[in-house]
C-alpha cells in the first residue's frame, strides 16, 4: 500500500481491502479488457477518496467495516473510471509514468473501459444504501460531467474568471471529497448536522487539493509527477496561477502586460517556448504564491471544521492526513 500512509497501519490495511475489491469486482470482466482494467486499478495512487470515506466512517460508536470498505471502494472506482475518461479527453500517454488505457488500446475501447469500471462502481452501491442513495452519485457524477465539458469547451480561454474556475475545480474535484466524506459519515450514521460538517470538509480538502495540483503544473517535479510542468497551459486550460498572475497585470501600463500579451498573441496550442516563458512569467508575478495562500484558506477551513468533530481519533486523522497533502511535491 502506498507509503503515504505508513504511519496508520490500521488504515493501511483497510485500504489493502479497498485495492482486493476493486480487484475482484474487475477481475469478472471480459478476458479481452481484463488485463488493462487490472493494471489501470492497481497502478498505485494515494487512494485519498476511499481514505476519506474510511476516517469519517469511523466517526460513530460501531461503525459497519465492511460497508465502510465497500462505499470507499465505490469511490475509488468512480474516480478510475473518470480517469480512464480524462486521459482520453487530454489524449494522455502516460498517467503515474504508465502508459494510459488509452494510449494502449485508442478511443474506443478506452471509452467503453472507463464505462465499464463505472458501471462496476454502481454494482457495489447495492440496492437499499441509505449512505450513497442514487441522487446523491447522481448528482456528483453530474458535476463531474458537467465541469469537464465546460472546461473542454471553454479550452483555449485564458480569460476566465476566477470563479468559473471555482466552479470547474468545484465539479471535477470538491464534489468526489465531499461525496467521500458524507458517504463515509452516513455509514457511521452520525447525525445530518455531523454529515453535512463531513461534506463541507471533504468538499473543502477538494477545492484546495486541487489549486495545489494546479500549483505543481507550475512548479512541480517531473521527476515525481510523472508529467512535465505547463502541461494546463500547453492544453490550453487556465488555472488559479496564471488567472491571479493575469490578475496582477491588469495593474501594470498595457505594454508592460507581458503574460497577458504572450497568451493573446497565439493561435492554437502555444509553443514548448511560449509555455516556458509563460510558466516563468507566472511564478515571477506571484501567481503561485497568491494561489498557495488561497489553497490554504480552503486547507484552513477544513480544520476549522474538523476540530468541530465530536470523535477526537478521527479528527487527529483528519488533520494529520490533510498536513501531509499540504507538503507533497507530485
Ligand atoms: C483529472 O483532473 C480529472 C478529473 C478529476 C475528472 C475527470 C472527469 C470526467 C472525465 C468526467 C467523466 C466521469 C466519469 C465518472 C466517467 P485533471 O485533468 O486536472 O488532472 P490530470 O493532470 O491528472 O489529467
Ligand atoms: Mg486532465
Do not use: W
Request: proline share 2%; hydrophobic share 40%.
Amino acid at each position: 500500500m502506498h507509503e503515504f500512509y505508513e504511519d496508520e497501519p490500521e488504515l493501511q490495511q483497510e485500504l489493502t481491502s479497498v485495492r482486493a475489491t476493486i480487484v475482484k469486482t474487475v477481475e469478472s470482466s471480459h478476458g479481452f479488457i481484463r488485463a488493462l482494467l487490472l493494471s489501470h486499478v492497481q497502478s498505485g495512487g494515494k487512494m485519498l477518496r476511499p481514505a476519506l470515506v474510511l476516517l469519517c466512517s469511523s466517526l460513530g460508536e460501531n461503525s459497519d467495516r465492511k460497508r465502510a470498505i465497500e462505499v470507499a471502494s465505490v469511490l475509488e472506482l468512480i474516480h478510475l473510471a473518470s480517469l480512464v475518461h480524462d486521459d482520453i479527453i487530454d489524449s494522455a500517454k502516460t498517467r503515474r509514468g504508465v502508459p494510459t488505457i488509452f494510449a494502449q488500446v485508442g478511443a474506443k475501447q478506452a471509452v467503453l473501459a472507463g464505462d465499464y469500471l463505472l458501471a462496476r462502481a454502481l454494482s457495489l452501491v447495492g440496492s437499499d444504501s441509505g449512505e450513497m442513495d442514487s441522487r446523491v452519485i447522481s448528482n456528483a457524477l453530474g458535476r463531474l460531467c458537467e465541469s469537464e465539458l465546460e472546461q473542454d469547451a471553454g479550452q483555449g480561454d485564458f480569460s476566465i474568471s476566477k470563479a468559473t474556475y471555482y466552479r470547474r475545480i468545484a465539479g471535477k474535484t470538491a464534489s468526489l471529497f465531499a461525496l467521500s466524506c458524507y458517504a463515509g459519515s452516513a455509514v457511521a450514521k452520525v447525525t445530518e448536522v455531523e454529515k453535512m460538517v463531513c461534506h463541507r470538509i471533504g468538499y473543502a480538502m477538494g477545492m484546495s487539493f486541487q489549486i495545489q495540483d494546479d500549483i505543481l503544473d507550475y512548479v512541480g517535479s517531473e521527476e515525481k509527477l510523472g508529467k512535465r510542468t505547463g502541461k494546463d497551459l500547453k492544453e490550453g486550460v487556465p488555472t488559479l496561477p496564471l488567472l491571479l498572475a493575469l490578475e496582477a497585470e491588469k495593474a501594470m501600463p498595457e505594454h508592460d502586460r507581458k503574460l497577458t500579451i504572450l497568451l493573446s498573441k497565439k493561435s492554437g496550442p502555444l509553443s514548448k517556448a511560449a509555455v516556458a516563458k509563460a510558466v516563468s512569467l507566472v511564478v515571477a508575478l506571484d501567481g503561485v504564491q497568491k494561489a498557495d495562500s488561497i489553497a490554504q484558506s480552503y486547507k484552513d477551513r477544513a480544520l476549522k471544521d474538523i476540530q468541530t468533530l465530536r470523535d477526537r481519533k478521527t479528527a487527529i486523522q483528519l488533520t494529520q492526513l490533510f498536513e501531509k497533502l499540504a507538503v507533497r511535491s507530485g
